[in-house]
């Protein structure tokens, strides 16, 4: 080291002065001021200065621009039909949204391929923050194993916020006999494959929360798929099929009201608005526990300061108190998690029903 590589490096400047042509040296700490036409020298705090003017702008860019975001409408994608449990999720969450962000969030519902089709707008949507989707079990943890999906759930979407999860509830029509699930268990045992039970398509939540307990039960219960839990909670009614089960929401005043009788829920602990209603752990099967989770995704390339503040107001409206009491009456918990949460919890739930699939043989619906 100290050889001529060493030294600051020179720049050759060339001007006119003194009445000839000719340059002059310009190396650190010096400048050239053309009014005064010569060399001067700059002091090593302007330098300080001026450098750390350049190094801070990236981040007076980044902070103007989350304090501009949103100036205009929001889009909140939802894969589910208006109605449903996971829909109403969705646009209490927009309205909690709009709310912290003072800009409209538009709820636009695009059912298909179970939840696939949803994901597909959203990835090939701008990455400014405007499009929104509400993931869920079957777009990111389920699709990737059942469906020829043309999106990866990892690397072209950014988790932003868990938003709520809710559980299944598995009803039966009044008259059925075998009404709870050591009953169900016996008579399944005694008669494989003659139980019929409704579930919307063959990989949504409540189907592989049957699907596992059929594995951990070691039963042969048969899946009638139908497109949603209306008809199959209206079949269940009638008796044309004995079993339904449902995302919580679906089924809950239907079981309130007497037309269903419910059995079990999937969820850790009992639901306050049907406290009476064991859970799967609590009638020997503690690995079914299953929630339908709704989480907040946007397009990879996402700024981190628009992710972030998305991030912020989500979870303070999950501390909101109307909201809270009005996802209880659905049987839906508020669920906070910390950003450096959000992936892990994704890859879990994508490596656990992939086990799940596997070993029932699930196909795509």
Known sequence: MGGEGDRPAAIRLPFSARGGAGTRRLTLGTAYDQSRGRVVSVSRRS??????????????????????WPSR?????????P?????????LAAAKLQER?????????????????AADIVKNAPADGYTVL???????????????????????????AMVGSQPNLLCANPSF??????????????????????????????????????????????????????PASTDAMAGHIPLVIANYDSLRALAQ?????????????????????????ESGYPEIVVDAWAMLFVPTGTPADIVARMHGAM???????????????????????????????????????????????????
């Open 83 to 91: 109605g449903g449990a996971q829909d109403n999720v969705g646009r």
């Open 257 to 281: 009201q007497g037309k269903l009788k419910p059995i079990a829920v999937t969820g850790a602990k009992r639901s306050p608005t049907l406290a009476d209603v064991p859970t799967f752990a």
């Open 177 to 230: 006999p075998h009404d709870t699930i050591a009953k169900l268990v016996a008579a399944a045992k005694a008669e494989p494959g003659k139980i019929h039970y409704g579930a919307s398509g063959t990989s949504t939540s409540p189907s592989l929360s049957m699907a596992l307990f059929k594995l951990r039960a070691g039963i042969d219960l048969t899946l009638a798929a139908y497109r949603g839990a209306a």
């Open 73 to 81: 409408p929001l889009r909140l994608v939802i894969p589910f039909p």
């Open 315 to 365: 979870n303070a409206a999950l501390d909101d108190k109307d909201l809270v009491e009005r996802f209880e009456t659905m049987g839906v918990v508020a669920t906070k998690m910390k950003a450096e949460e959000l992936t892990p919890y994704v890859r879990a739930e994508h490596k656990r029903w992939g086990e799940v699939i596997r070993a029932a043989g699930i196909k795509a619906d």
């Open 101 to 117: 962000l003072g800009q409209q969030v538009i709820a636009d519902n695009r059912p298909g391929a179970s939840g696939a089709l």
């Open 134 to 160: 509400l993931g869920n079990i079957s777009s990111h943890a389920v699709n990737p194993h059942t469906l020829k999906i043309t999106y990866d759930p990892f690397t072209d979407f950014t988790p932003v």
């Open 47 to 68: 330098i300080i200065a001026a450098s750390g003017g350049v190094l801070a702008a990236p981040f007076v860019l980044s902070a103007a621009r989350a304090q501009a």
